[in-house]
């Protein structure tokens, strides 16, 4: 039988099909292949003696947390209290758009900010709206729960960002354990242990442990390039046709900084570029988001 793994403890897979569960081990050549079920897996399963027998091909991947086959990623950022980190954002939206997975930034806890904090942030609210990207509230609570009919969703972000609390806001049964930001250290306290599929609206959503740091280990100084999605829009101006939109003379992207392109963005950029990128960056795909 075919189904969907939904959830994993140990050595325990929750495996869904038919609107049944079944709780299974892994058994056969897949214990010898260096390959690993996680959430998300399409599987060829026993439903008598509950093995997993087959992982089918999977369209994408995230290493931390484990879970496959995601359509989009909701990226939770917070403001305030862990405070509002540019840096964390856009290399989180570049390494999603890198694999193939709709990225969705959702700001939280506007409410702790004073009116020119406010301000700011209502920049970057604007500015990435205007490139293209979904932007919401927290306290958008329909517009987010339309999102989710037919989806595989990932609630992504830095710790205290505020995940699980949306989550049991969009669904008053969840009853997530949610914690308070840890005051020394100014990130949040872990709450979330194991990685799960949620049915919300019509879709299955997971809320996965949170992480403060990410790297771009698969990624090369062109594909953050390439995923930096506005300088598309001015790429071919450039005098060279490999323009990295650093050192080159005549690149349009750095005219553009300030004008049509958001400095943080750019700074960010170059962060990353002159980075160390050949750490693990938690996600893995074959295949490239088409915009």
């Known amino acids: 039988m075919i189904g969907k793994i939904v959830k994993n403890i140990s050595n325990d897979y929750t495996v869904e099909a038919n609107s049944k569960l079944y709780v299974c081990k892994v058994r056969g050549k897949i214990r010898t292949l260096d390959i690993k079920p996680v959430v998300g897996d399409n599987v060829l399963f026993d439903e008598v003696n509950n093995y997993i027998l087959e992982i089918k091909t999977r369209k994408n991947s995230l290493r931390r947390p484990p879970i496959s086959n995601v359509d989009q990623a909701f990226v939770i950022t917070s403001v305030k209290e862990p405070d509002f980190s540019s840096n964390l954002l856009d290399k989180l939206i570049n390494i999603i758009e890198f694999n193939n997975i709709e990225p969705i930034i959702c700001f939280t806890k506007l409410d702790l900010l004073n009116k020119e904090e406010k301000k700011e942030i209502d920049k970057y609210i604007a500015y990435y709206k205007k490139i293209g990207y979904k932007v919401f509230l927290n306290t958008e609570l329909d517009k987010i729960n339309s999102l989710f009919k037919d989806k595989v969703s990932v609630f992504t972000g830095q710790s205290g960002a505020g995940k699980s609390t949306l989550l049991n806001n969009l669904d008053k049964k969840l009853n997530i354990k949610t914690n308070e930001i ?61 323009c990295m939109h650093i050192n080159e003379e005549n690149c349009e992207i750095k005219r553009q900084v300030g004008i049509n392109i958001i400095k943080s963005r750019y700074d960010n950029y170059i962060k990353f570029i002159e980075g160390d990128n050949n750490e693990n960056i938690g996600f893995n795909s074959k295949f490239k988001r088409k915009r």
């Open 182 to 242: 840890s005051k020394a250290l100014g990130r949040g306290k872990h709450t979330t242990r194991h990685t799960e599929l949620l049915k919300i609206s019509g879709g299955l959503v997971a809320d996965t442990p949170g992480f403060s740091s990410l790297d771009m280990r698969e990624m090369t100084k062109t594909d953050i390039r390439d995923n930096m999605i506005e300088f598309n829009d001015y790429k071919d101006l450039c005098e060279y046709k490999d």
